[in-house]
C-alpha cells in the first residue's frame, strides 16, 4: 500500500525519515511522547518556571542522558529540571 502524508514543520525542524513514520505507526513499536509543556508543568509544580528554551534542553538531555534501564519518566525529567535550574543560578 502506498500513502502520502503532508505535514507543515516548524522552521529548522528535520524531515523525519520514512523509517522513522513507519516506526511510528507500525504496532510492533511503541514509543514515548514527551513534550515541552509536560516539563514547564512539572517545574510549575517544583514552584519554578521554564522557558521554551530551557524546556527543550530538559527534552534534550532526557533524550541524550537517561538509563535506558529506567527509561523516561517524571523523576528522570524531574532531575534535568534541576540541573537547568542550576546552570540558570550559575549564569
Do not use: F
Not at 523509517?19 to 514509543?31: A, C, F, Q
Not at 515541552?36 to 527534552?59: F, Y
Request: hydrophobic content about 40%.
Amino acid at each position: 500500500m502506498k500513502v502520502t502524508i503532508e505535514i507543515d514543520l516548524p522552521d529548522g525542524q528535520e524531515v523525519p525519515s520514512a523509517y522513522d513514520i513507519v516506526r511510528l505507526t507500525d504496532t510492533d513499536w511503541v514509543s514515548e511522547w514527551w513534550h515541552i509543556s509536560d516539563v514547564q508543568l512539572l517545574a510549575e509544580d517544583m514552584k519554578e518556571e521554564l522557558s521554551n528554551d530551557e524546556a527543550r534542553e530538559v527534552l534534550r538531555l532526557v533524550k541524550k542522558r537517561h538509563d535506558c534501564n529506567v527509561g523516561i519518566n517524571w523523576d528522570v525529567i524531574n532531575y534535568w529540571i534541576e540541573h537547568v535550574l542550576d546552570e540558570r543560578k550559575k549564569k
